[in-house]
């Protein structure tokens, strides 16, 4: 297991590279040492954050989002958020000018303040590496402004994945929640926690309801999936991730993962 020092770095200076109409996308790419935080800030335009060989936590006051590589979590404007590298790997960060496409195809950006996380596929991650060089491509307007209409698009068309975990505001749910996170295990039910947390088991199910729009074993699911995703990013085997989280073996562990995002675990969580 890994023990490095967390470091802590200051976020991208804002103000060049704020997105407009002549610069609809506008991409940073920085080389980040395993457990580096950027510090929590904020963005008056709407970005997508992921790295292409390693995994990233996001986290928002509303959200955790623990993200493998080619998946990006779209963070909408004015939301506080900082990201943490759980490997050493390249992080990108693609700022966007929102009217920029409004076709009313962008399914992605018709997210109003709701984050998620969204599949990165081969084309995008290429025309992000390409947006991101510092001389490339704005020597040529037009490869820019075909680039930038490409990325837009396969934006608009990204698959959502149901990763991230979201966090209510409602201080007993919170500490269920909390308390859940610290010692993620499949078995545990709402009644156990409810008990820990000082609130009815039908009370917790109605603020699961509605703070989070979802039932307790679905925000369960992704907790866990999250854990997964962090302790594969510390090259922890499969076998030992299952027993951690609770499971018989590690084959009913890899029929969750398979079940939730459609991919078995090596595919899903072990890919670089």
């Known amino acids: 297991m890994s023990h490095c020092q967390h470091r802590s770095v200051s976020p991208a200076d804002p103000t060049g590279l704020r997105p407009s109409q002549d610069l609809p996308i506008r991409v940073t790419a920085r080389v980040t040492l395993e457990t580096t935080e950027v510090a929590a800030h904020s963005h008056a335009w709407p970005q997508i954050v992921f790295s292409d060989?390693?995994?990233?936590?996001v986290t928002t006051d509303a959200h955790a989002f623990v993200v493998p590589p080619q998946h990006a979590v779209w963070i909408s404007k004015n939301v506080v958020h900082s990201a943490v590298m759980l490997q050493s790997a390249r992080l990108f960060s693609v700022y966007i000018f929102l009217e920029a496409r409004d076709d009313g195809k962008s399914s992605a950006m018709k997210e109003g303040d709701r984050c998620h996380v969204l599949a990165v596929t081969p084309l995008l991650l290429e025309l992000v590496r390409r947006l991101s060089d510092k001389e490339q491509p704005f020597s040529n307007v037009n490869l820019y402004r075909a680039m930038c209409e490409v990325t837009l698009s396969e934006l608009s068309e990204a698959a959502a994945v149901p990763l991230g975990v979201p966090m209510p505001r409602d201080h007993r749910l919170r500490s269920l929640c909390q308390t859940f996170i610290a010692s993620p295990q499949q078995q545990l039910q709402l009644g156990d926690l409810a008990r820990q947390s000082g609130?009815?088991?039908?009370?917790?199910?109605?603020l699961f309801r509605q703070e989070l729009g979802m039932t307790f074993g679905q925000w369960r699911q992704q907790a866990l999936l999250a854990r997964a995703l962090t302790l594969a990013a510390d090259k922890t085997p499969i076998g030992i991730i299952a027993e951690e989280l609770g499971y018989a073996t590690p084959s009913a562990f890899s029929a969750m993962v398979t079940k939730a995002l459609g991919a078995p675990p090596r595919d899903f969580l072990f890919r670089r």
């Open 199 to 206: 609130a009815s088991i039908s009370t917790a199910s109605r």
């Open 53 to 57: 060989t390693g995994v990233v936590r």
